[in-house]
């Protein structure tokens, strides 16, 4: 297992780092800062609370932490998240500004879930040999990306041809000190930061992937940009909210890739991080 | 009698000098305003064009603006590396604590743009920015308004006080 630890404490408030580090270094989830609230340590099957309370200040300095000060360069505030550098993503809630009812930013931050973003080498082993597109579904934090992560690693040196994947996020490998974090392995093409129907349309005329790797299907554009991208001879990875293979054939957006067989191999996670292949 | 005089020079050039440094302030804060008014077209050139991180830009703008006095931009670009402050304003305020000369109004336009920065949206960013080139044009203007009469009546007051002054003495 490998984590940019260093880099996720650099995010919290100096007053805190020292008893996350100790409690949590090894198998932290997530950290909840809400403000009037102690800090909230979720690890997998418990929580715990740190004794001080959570100030305006804590909450204004992960978030001044995590984008060095300027959040609107991030770009995702907008989507209510920013991520850290060592890929941690942090949640943000509070009030809302929205311009031509359309949400461009949170004026005042009231709550935060500080991710822990962690790499397990060969997660995906057993998937690796699968030779057509493959979703990955689980509910959230049941380690989708990470899950996805590890089966590029495993495609890209198996000899399987190059994949290029389209990082929107920069959570699938993301860069620490001018370095990615993670291995991404030997035939990997990391297109970070735009949007996934440019991104899918981008490698696709310039790359000459076998494989293209996307995060999150949450949009009907990144639908979209998979259909596309479905029918250039191209197999896709990819992740999707989504609790079990009969929530997927309900939800409006993906009901458009299973009709047109896009994906027939479907990787169920489970909460307890375990997972199932299941073809529809 | 010698002494009386070297004196009575003394004390003229004395209140000369502070009236004649007092014009030299003006003519610093106008050059400074102009400065920071370049400055800050340029970061909003690097905003909304380059997504360039604050940190970055503050140390290009020192560099490229050697004429901030005080090292402002170097050094609030070190504050925020060492990621001690919560947010864009205490950082600023802290900058300008340590940066030695910078003159009054400006430090005080400073002080806004450190309350308009660090923003979460790039609209409300560049209009921040605005706000605070806007106040420097208002300071400009202010400063402008019968300058040349202005600058040379301090210059007058400090020679007459000290020529008054030196007179009363003798």
Known sequence: ?280 | MIAKILGALFVVVSCASVGFRIAANHRAEEKALRNLIGILDYMECELRYRLTPLPILCRRVAADFPNIPGNFFEILAQEMDAQLSPDMEACVAKALRTSKNIPAITKNTLELFGKTVGRFDMEGQLKGLDAVRSECKRNLDILGSNRESRLRSYQTLGLCAGASLAILLI
């Open chain 1, 1 to 280: 297992m490998k984590c940019a630890w260093q880099a996720y404490l650099n995010l919290l408030p100096h007053r805190i780092r020292q008893d996350v580090d100790t409690l949590g270094k090894d198998d932290l989830q997530e950290l909840r800062l809400r403000i009037g609230q102690p800090p909230e340590l979720v690890f997998q099957s418990t929580y715990k609370y740190l004794s001080q309370e959570t100030t305006k200040n804590d909450i204004a300095f992960v978030i001044n932490a995590a984008s060095e000060y300027s959040p609107w360069a991030a770009g995702t505030v907008g989507q209510g998240f920013i991520t850290g550098q060592g890929g941690h993503r942090i949640g943000i809630c509070g009030v809302c500004t929205v311009f031509d009812g359309k949400m461009t930013g949170i004026s005042q931050p009231t709550s935060l879930c500080i991710r822990v973003s962690r790499d397990f080498y060969g997660c995906a082993q057993k998937a690796a040999n699968i030779q057509d597109s493959i979703l990955i579904i689980g509910p959230p934090g049941s380690g989708k990306t990470t899950l996805l992560r590890d089966l590029i690693r495993q495609k890209s040196n198996s000899g399987q041809g190059s994949v290029a994947v389209i990082d929107e996020r920069e959570e699938i490998f993301p860069l620490y000190k001018g370095s990615h974090c993670y291995q991404a392995g030997e035939r990997s093409d990391i297109l970070a930061g735009c949007r996934k129907a440019d991104g899918v349309d981008a490698v696709i005329r310039s790359m000459n992937p076998r494989w293209i790797a996307v995060d999150e299907i949450t949009a009907q554009s990144d639908a979209d940009a998979l259909l596309q991208a479905g029918w250039c001879g191209v197999h896709l990875l990819a992740t999707a909210h989504a609790g079990s293979v009969y929530d997927l054939k309900t939800r409006p957006i993906y009901q458009q890739l299973i009709r047109y067989n896009l994906f027939t191999n479907v990787i169920v996670l489970h909460r307890d991080k375990s997972w199932t292949l299941e073809r529809i």
